[in-house]
């Protein structure tokens, strides 16, 4: 049976949580597997509009299962919170929820180190939001972090707690001049959350395999976007995790041989939250307008999204490090009522063309785009649910992004809502024998 992974193909906020959404009633398993709580997918419904931080939007269905891998950084606070606010709108939470045992846990002391780290680099801020994710994976790199099965061991978790404390706590004293933290007080905090998650804890690389081998659907959801992965990224304007598929595989124990397709969310145009290059932002009223009709206000942290063009080269880079079998494409109907529509084909820098993603972020930052200009459409797309429906221009906006992303579109979305979806195929459901599909398949 098909096991997939679902990557951002663009700078995240691509709408992956409405496309994990879809698939998930075809799945078996849902697993996130790296990032933390600074993620958000927001899922709409009959029922409501759910937002999600850490726990897969497969929870909606019953009957799932429901994971969060080793390669997440868990704020014990942020998942209870979440916990909670969805029990409060009647979403069952038991033993559909399992929490990898080797997941680190975000601490305090990496929220306050995370901020005043940020604000003291003035121009030079990545634009984090604040929540310890980053200083979280350094000490998952350092040898020094803690994680979610320690909490069972209260002699061993205090004994990190205290080492790291000694050093933390100086760090933000002296370099940071912020008050530090007092074990007692942190270490009673976490026994409360280690009583309210103990019994979600698992291996879950066990857990995992052993659903593949027994033949189930398994959906690998990943946060972020591929432009965001900390080695694929536009580094070091980036997450501090493998947001690539590639994570998938490290961040679950499930090994690569087990995955059989990648499917890449991107926007029908581009988006950007904090700092970094964008070759194709729009700083006008064009841009103003895709925002305010996209409505690009992040789900966790409400900031505003930078908006421009679709970029080909882009989303073509993401195909390549993802290996991707398919594209779903989201938000076509924000482009609704434009009369003309402009696609990155290349970058130009310093009388050079590229075609291709230059690795050195200077000459990133400094590219002008080249676009292609397409005729836009007056009849609205939303609520589209078959491609027939979709007006010619519509067509061949979508086909010009399948040839310059390299990937075919499977997935088309047409607005926020669970049913405003065109399904081209379901790649949980059929199998691709190789990359690419007949254009009359539509």
Same mark, same amino acid.
């Given at each position: ?56 939007? #497969? ?10 891998? !080793? ?9 209870? +919170? ?13 033993? !559909? ?24 680099? #003035? ?29 069972? !061991? ?54 995992? !395999? ?208 669970? +049913? ?23």
């Amino acid at each position: 049976m098909p096991n997939l992974i679902v990557v951002g193909t663009q700078w995240g906020d691509e709408g992956k949580g409405k496309i994990v959404d879809i698939l998930a009633r075809d799945a078996d398993v849902v697993v996130r597997f790296q990032g933390g709580s600074n993620a958000g997918h927001t899922v709409v419904n009959a029922r409501d509009t759910f937002v999600f931080h850490l726990i897969p939007s #497969g929870i909606l269905y019953r009957g799932k299962l429901c994971i969060i891998g !080793n390669g997440v950084v868990v704020d014990p606070e942020a998942l209870i +919170d979440e916990m909670d606010r969805l029990q409060a709108k009647g979403v069952e939470i038991g033993k !559909n929820l399992v929490i990898s045992h080797r997941a680190h846990l975000i601490m305090p002391y990496h929220k306050a180190i995370e901020k005043a780290s940020e604000q003291s680099k #003035g121009s030079r801020r990545i634009g984090t939001t604040g929540r310890g994710i980053g200083p979280s994976y350094a000490d998952k790199m350092a040898r020094i972090g803690i994680r979610v099965g320690d909490l069972l !061991n209260p002699g061993l978790f205090r004994q990190k707690l205290e080492e790291n404390l000694a050093e933390m706590n100086c760090f933000l004293e002296r370099l940071y001049q912020v008050s530090g933290f007092q074990v007692e007080k942190v270490f009673q905090q976490y026994m409360g959350y280690a009583e309210r998650l103990k019994s979600c804890m698992a291996d879950t690389s066990v857990v995992l !395999n052993r659903a593949i081998e027994q033949g189930k659907n398994v959906l690998f959801e990943g946060a972020q976007g591929t432009h965001l992965d900390v080695d694929f990224g536009t580094y070091p304007f980036v997450t501090s995790s493998s947001a690539a598929a590639g994570g998938a595989c490290t961040g679950t124990g499930v090994g690569p041989t087990a995955i059989d397709a990648v499917m890449g969310v991107a926007k029908a145009y581009t988006t950007r939250v904090g700092s970094g290059p964008f070759p194709t932002e729009l700083k006008d009223e064009v841009g103003e307008g895709l925002q305010e009709r996209g409505k690009e206000f992040g789900a966790t942290t409400g900031r505003p999204r930078r908006c421009g063009w679709f970029d080909g080269v882009l989303v073509r880079y993401a195909t390549r490090v993802n290996g991707m079998a398919s594209l779903a494409v989201t938000k076509l109907d924000v482009l609704d009522g434009c009369r003309e529509l402009k696609i990155c084909t290349g970058y130009r820098h310093a009388g050079r063309l590229y075609k291709e993603m230059p690795g050195d972020l200077q000459v990133l930052s400094e590219c002008e785009p080249v676009y292609e200009v397409l005729p836009g459409w007056r009849n609205a797309t939303t609520g589209a649910t078959s491609y027939k429906a979709l007006p010619p221009q519509a067509k061949r906006y979508l086909d010009r992004i399948e040839e310059l992303a390299a990937c075919p579109i499977d997935i088309i979305s047409t607005g926020s809502r669970r +049913d405003e979806t065109i399904v081209l195929r379901n790649p949980l459901a059929s199998a691709r024998p190789k990359r690419g599909r007949a254009r009359n398949a539509r």
